[in-house]
């Protein structure tokens, strides 16, 4: 097998045509460099030097393997540079699982503006319900989840971001369009078309009704909040969302909004990872970039309400040092650490 050390010395002396600033460039003495050159020509059979007319020169042998090691070096050297890229946050890897719903709304804007500072990190943005990007979390298909917070699973961290009004949407032509409130009973009197299975919006109704004894008459699940409002304009069926996602709607008297009495159906979106996160200096950057934005867990009042209120917040936040350092660590941010390419 050859001799790395060996084959670095060659190269080093194949480069500088010189024994003495080979030795000096590798600190180490002319003898010891004659001493490994003559154990890799003994390695390799045959001589890689030549001296004539006071000049060393490399034999037809010597190119052919110089040629060979300065293409492995220049990997070697590029290697190094990624090595260095990944410790000081100019390069890496980021997934991250969010809703269809914020996946439009909230990311393209956080995302953007966390790219102006970290370039270099390439950032993979995964769709699903609130319940599969937790998952995604456990067998590691997502690095942080950005949901709502409808479960509390043993090895995963929350840190709440922002508050959500879920809201009663109807046509204008319903009879509760002309209603000032209802009462949570009168939900059982027609059709609802609810959030997909695993979204935190349906879980969040689910549990009020459950809580009242209200049986839901649901025709229909879905993720597609498109479908949704089209169906509720359609039809006599109505259906709960957050109201951010249907202002504009509700502007135009596409949709009306139904207040029920009683306490708002208020939904947490938080940023959830692994408490025993490797911390590398993507994840601490991303989580560096979000810190000024964490709520604190059970006061929930200061929080902004809806992604435009998050991103009003955020842009009002002074952008980290451009290019700053982030030293790499292997520890995590675990309980004990909670105050812690999109072009």
């Known amino acids: 097998m050859i001799n790395v050390n ?28 004659t001493a490994q050159l003559k154990m890799f020509e003994e390695f390799c059979g045959f001589k890689l030097f030549r001296k004539g007319g006071g ?7 010597g190119k052919v393997l110089f040629t060979r090691a300065c293409a492995l070096f220049e990997k070697q050297r590029q290697l190094e540079e990624a090595i260095n890229d990944l410790q000081k946050c100019r390069m890496g890897y980021l997934r991250i699982g969010t ?25 993979e943005l995964n769709e699903g319900s609130s319940l599969e990007m937790l998952r995604g979390l456990m067998d590691y298909t997502n690095t942080f989840a950005i949901t709502a917070n409808i479960s509390s699973p043993p090895d995963v961290l929350f840190r709440q971001l922002l508050l959500e009004e879920v809201v009663l949407i109807v046509s204008p032509n319903h009879p509760w369009s002309r209603e000032k ?9 027609f059709s609802i078309i609810m959030k997909e299975e695993g979204s935190g919006t349906s879980k969040l109704v689910q549990d009020r009704a459950a809580k009242a004894n209200v049986e839901l008459n649901v025709i229909m699940q879905t993720s597609n909040m498109h479908f949704i409002k089209e169906m ?16 504009r709607e509700i502007e135009r008297g596409e949709l009306v909004v139904v207040p ?28 560096d970039f979000l810190t000024p934005l964490f709520g604190v867990i059970g006061s929930p009042s ?34 004990a650490g909670l105050t812690a390419t999109i072009p």
């Open 232 to 247: 509720v304009k359609q039809s006599d069926a109505f259906s709960f969302v957050v109201r951010s996602s249907v202002e």
């Open 260 to 287: 029920i009495r009683g306490e708002p159906l208020m939904l947490e979106i938080v940023l959830a990872y692994l408490s025993d996160q490797e911390l590398t200096s993507p994840v601490k950057a991303f989580l």
């Open 181 to 189: 409130e209802i009462q949570i009973d009168q939900l059982s009197s």
């Open 302 to 335: 200061h929080l902004p309400i809806g992604a435009r209120g998050l991103l009003n917040r955020l842009t009002n936040l002074p952008l980290p040092q451009h290019g700053r350092e982030i030293t790499h660590s292997s520890s995590s941010y675990g309980r």
């Open 99 to 123: 809703t269809k719903t914020y996946a439009r709304r909230l990311m393209p804007g956080l995302l953007a503006r966390f790219h102006r500072n970290y370039s270099g990190i390439m950032l």
């Open 55 to 61: 000049k060393l020169s490399l034999t037809d042998e």
């Open 6 to 33: 060996q084959l670095r010395v060659f190269y080093i002396a194949a480069k500088e045509l010189n024994f003495s600033k080979a030795a000096r460039k590798l600190n180490v003495t002319q003898p010891a460099v």
